[in-house]
């Protein structure tokens, strides 16, 4: 039993329209499923993703009417996006000038060339170099080249109080391993520049499957709201689930128990310092309620919302 990487990000909008429009045509990812937060249906949830919908590939969010996060520790505090190859970065950054994105200059950091920005709502991500590696599903509708596009997720960065309580859960319950430190830079706090980050790798490891943890004990902790992060999963074969089920109660970890989402299954728990994660199976994937090629272009709804659509379609804003 392994993780096999990053299986997606949530996110906290407070502006759906606004979000909409800055990830499909400013980041060029396709919105691959519209529908709603199934424990609050009055709620969107947005997944963009690549052009197959692949696990791996979902930055997701929740459409919420909340203050901007304050920022602090024990918290996910950068998303990171990966693209392939200088020429793709040299890209991005005329683009983001061109749009008006806020932005810093590329920077090497943990040994790849990586673009910080941030969205409207100060969502703070980075583009990341992955060397190409790895398989890529452009989608054709993009505004963005098809050598340019996002490719995926990670790795993602958590700042976290007490390191030593998040890597117990990291190594002993989820079975990833240490595998280097570099320094923090400007990626998580300006104070802290100099601690250390270290990486946790999954799986077969590189950027696809590596999750980043600063300790940043002198910080207040982040209130969550727009712009913040709200949970990060974690890839698991299908095959695997009812084994992660088993394990989590084996060791006493408190969890959601099994939930069903209907795109993939689901099991909840929160580490020490209280960041909630998420382990996913890839499958049964976004197209089992619409055909490939016309995910997202309507609210989809789980069997179990749809006899509610008028309801739940009455109380939503057009994007």
Known sequence: MQLTGIHHLTAVTAQAADNFAFYTRVLGQRLVKKTVNQDDVSAYHLFYADGLASPGSDLTFFDWPAARE?????????????????????WWRAHFGRQGVTHRPPVERDGRLTLDFEDPEGQRLSLVDDGGSGEAHPWAGSPVPAGHQIRGLGPILLSVADPAATEAVLTGVLGMRPVRDYPAGDAAAEASAERPV???????????????????????????GAGGVHHVAFRIPDAEYEAWTERLRSLRVPSSGPVDRYYFRSLYFREPNGILFEIATDGPGFATDEPLEALGERLALPPFLEPRRAEIEAGLKPL
Not at 70 to 78: E, K, Q
Not at 201 to 224: F, I, K, S, T, Y
């Open 70 to 90: 304050r920022r602090g520790t024990n918290s996910i505090a950068r998303t990171m996006l990966r693209v392939a190859g200088p020429e793709a970065m040299a």
């Open 198 to 224: 270290r990486v946790y790798a999954m799986g077969a490891g590189g950027p696809a499957a590596e999750l980043h943890v600063v300790a940043e004990p002198d910080l207040g902790p982040a209130r969550p």
